[in-house]
């Protein structure tokens, strides 16, 4: 039994705690919001007072928080100062690479170096479904030496672990991932609507498609056109799922990312700035695919007369 402190327990981290809870450690959780850590001791975790609470007698901690400034005010204010030698740091969050290799700095160099701290940027894909369901995939930046202790902590959560490199690599392999994610989806949805426009069965365009060189995961496993694929959002009107708004945090993610090291990703941009335009028309909290609404003319989702109050 491995005690782990667990901070942060929302849409993604809830369900992961409570499966480390129910792999049988001792999960210490903490959150702001009152009603996400009741949820997280309905489901075996202990309720800590804050994070410095959680994190002083863990052996690993385990973040899941929105942002960067999130992970960095955390870190430097909780974590630091009060987890015990030798503890094991994976923060889990989807963050910019830079905050990941400036919290790996700071836990790994002086003054907190003789505390013999490891860290992983470990970013997850998969939803909160996967999140629920143990199935998430990591991506992990890391010291090699530390990987086998960290797929060990990690499996109760996951169907994958996979090792992108040293601190920041994680959420490299993350914003790069769902950059294509986005584009695709984008591209998925224009030939919806084209073909809609051409009087082609769409269902017999995804039977096509799908067989062919236009064939991808945003078409055959998250198709957005209802119909095809039983489980996608687009069955239930776009919600769950993973939220335009997280989509377009990730698609800024990507583009600071090329503006800092000089990559042209022309159409990352054009895909931020559609996904930028689908939120501003009131889609943020509809899953990503439901970006075909624009292609289709049903946009704006939002009442125009709402909006424009
Ligand atoms: P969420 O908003 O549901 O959960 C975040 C939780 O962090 C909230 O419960 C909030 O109260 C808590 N929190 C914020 N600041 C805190 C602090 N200082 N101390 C303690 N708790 C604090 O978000 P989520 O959907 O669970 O996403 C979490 C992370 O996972 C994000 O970085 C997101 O990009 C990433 N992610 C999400 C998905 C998804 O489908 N939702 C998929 C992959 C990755």
């Known amino acids: 039994m491995t005690r782990i402190a667990f901070i942060g327990l929302g ?3 809830g369900g992961m705690a409570a499966n480390q809870a129910r792999a049988g450690h001792e999960v210490l959780a903490f959150d702001l919001s009152a009603a996400a850590l009741q949820k997280a001791v309905a489901a075996g975790c ?11 007698d863990a052996d690993v901690v385990i973040t899941m928080l929105p942002a960067g400034q999130h992970v960095r005010a955390v870190y430097a204010n909780e974590i630091l100062p009060n987890a015990k ?7 889990c969050s989807t963050i910019d690479v830079e905050s990941a290799r400036a919290v790996a700095k700071d836990a790994t160099a002086p003054p907190y170096k003789e505390r013999g701290f490891r860290f992983a940027d470990a970013p997850v894909s998969g939803g909160a479904a996967g999140a629920e ?7 992990v930046g890391c010291v090699e030496a530390d990987l086998p202790a960290i797929e060990a902590v990690i499996a109760p959560m996951s169907r994958a672990t996979i090792r992108a490199g040293d601190h920041g690599a994680g959420q490299a392999a993350k914003i790069c991932n769902n950059m294509v994610l986005g584009a695709t989806m984008i591209a998925t949805c224009e030939a919806f609507a084209l073909a809609e426009k051409l009087g082609l069965d769409p269902e017999r365009f995804f039977e096509i498609a ?13 198709c957005p056109w209802p119909g095809p694929v039983p489980a996608a959002p687009s069955n ?4 769950g799922g993973f939220a335009t ?3 377009l945090k990730d698609l800024k993610l990507a583009q600071e990312a090329a503006a800092r090291c000089g990559a042209a990703t022309p159409l990352g941009a054009q895909a931020e700035g559609l996904y930028a335009l689908f939120d501003q028309l009131g889609g943020g909290a509809k899953d990503f695919s439901a970006i075909i609404e624009l292609f289709r003319g049903n946009a704006p989702v ?5 909006a424009a109050s």
Do not use: C
């Open 11 to 13: 849409n993604m981290g």
């Open 133 to 139: 369901a143990g199935t998430l995939a990591f991506m």
């Open 302 to 306: 939002r009442d125009a007369a709402a």
């Open 85 to 91: 030698a030798g503890a094991l740091l994976i923060d």
């Open 46 to 56: 202990a309720a800590a007072g804050s994070a410095a609470a959680a994190v002083k």
């Open 236 to 239: 239930r009107d776009y919600e």
């Open 210 to 222: 799908s067989k062919s060189s236009g064939q991808s995961w945003s078409l055959t496993s998250y």
């Open 245 to 247: 708004a997280m989509m």
